[in-house]
């Protein structure tokens, strides 16, 4: 029997550390039996960066927290005492962040595909309420568009319950649990993820839906198509935003005319007073680009502004969640000054930033990996 032996020396990075593994394999020539080390079950095959899956893990999460890739690659190393460099975070960060995009892309299609099964199951005796925000925010690519503009729109969701709140004694609120998506592309794409998020956050279990939206038509439509029970408010900050930037150029950014109007405008709004406020414009008239038409703007709007109505009922009339959403889910971590971004980067992280502000880094990206 001709017998041989190979030896094999591998340094594997840990979450305990780096070690030396040392594997020897066995063979005969002539029967050709043959002994190796057992990769496939201690999880050693095709590890990609000589890292174990829980260490990539580890770096993907630091690689979405901090504010560059630089930055966690000294935090994981502090942390840790391992030394990755900050190309290599990256592609960790991005190459994880792919495969939970991936995967929620597929479930988005599906849950769109198939909305006409969802199990409807109306908490018709307590008052609970889901709220679904929505919003775009942009995000500076290497990329020019036909434009020739570098920046792409992001759109984030959140979703949440009232029963996921808690008040404070000054009136505002804690939102306990939040569901959140990321997606650079268009509305129709987006579709699928709002309504993914909708169901994970209690979608056709409460007893009411309400929409608050800045008055963009593709939040209008698809509120109508996905959540036709849906109430949908315009948001009264935005709007209120819209009547001062108004004001402002009627008359001539002077102070003690335009303030005035505005507060005037603004009342009659919140009052319910709409045909009143109308008639503090005019009919038709020509503005800046950056100036949005009031009278249009409400008209389009008109069946979302009864905020006496909605005051009654207990809603939120403003969206400062997804506002907040923007800034924790896309400006903290993907617009820190000279940043930017390939696109496909750029969603790969998002989408590792949503997981984790939904707190569903344990229950939908450590599996995916171990899957994979």
Not at 345 to 352: F, M, W
Request: aromatic share 10%; charged share 30%.
């Amino acid at each position: 029997m001709r017998c041989a032996k190979k030896a094999e020396r591998l340094a594997l990075k840990t979450l305990c550390g780096e070690l030396e593994l040392y594997r020897d394999y066995y063979y005969c020539r002539e029967c050709r039996y043959s002994e190796s080390p057992l990769d496939e079950r201690l999880s050693l095959t095709n590890l990609p960066y000589k890292m174990t899956k829980g260490l990539m893990l580890e770096a993907a999460y630091y690689g979405q927290n901090q504010s560059s890739f630089t930055d966690a690659s000294e935090m994981l190393k502090r942390a840790l005492h391992m030394d990755i460099n900050k190309e290599t975070m990256r592609m960790i960060t991005e190459g994880i962040g792919r495969i939970v995009f991936e995967t929620d892309t597929k479930r988005a299609a599906y849950v769109l595909e198939n909305m006409h099964e969802i199990e409807f199951k109306w908490d018709e005796n307590k008052k609970s309420i889901l709220y679904i925000m929505t919003d775009g925010a942009s995000v500076n690519t290497r990329i020019k568009d036909e434009n020739g503009s570098t920046w792409r729109e992001n759109k984030t969701v959140i979703a949440f319950t009232n029963k996921d709140m808690i008040k404070r004694k000054d009136g505002s609120h804690i939102i306990t649990k939040k569901e959140y998506a990321a997606f650079i592309g268009s509305a129709e794409n987006f579709k699928g993820h709002v309504l993914n998020t909708a169901i994970n956050a209690g979608y056709c279990k409460t007893s009411e839906v309400v929409i608050i939206g800045d008055g963009a038509a593709w939040i209008r439509n698809m509120g109508n198509e996905l959540f036709p029970e849906a109430v949908q408010i315009l948001d009264l900050y935005h709007l209120k935003e819209n009547i001062y930037s108004y004001a402002k150029y009627k008359f001539a950014n002077n102070e003690k005319e335009y303030v005035p109007w505005a507060e005037i405008f603004i009342d009659k709004i919140e009052k319910g007073n709409i045909k009143d406020a109308l008639q503090l414009l005019p009919e038709e008239e020509k503005l800046p680009s950056n100036i949005v038409n009031l009278r249009t703007y409400i008209n389009n709007n008109i069946d979302r502004v009864d905020y006496p109505k909605y005051k009654e009922k207990g809603y939120f009339v403003g969206s400062g969640a997804i506002e907040s959403a923007n800034k924790v889910i896309l400006q903290r971590r993907l617009k820190q000054a000279g940043m930017r971004w390939s696109v496909r980067g750029a969603q790969d992280v998002l989408s590792l930033r949503a997981k984790v502000e939904s707190n569903r880094w344990e229950s939908d990206v450590k599996p995916l990996l171990a899957a994979s």
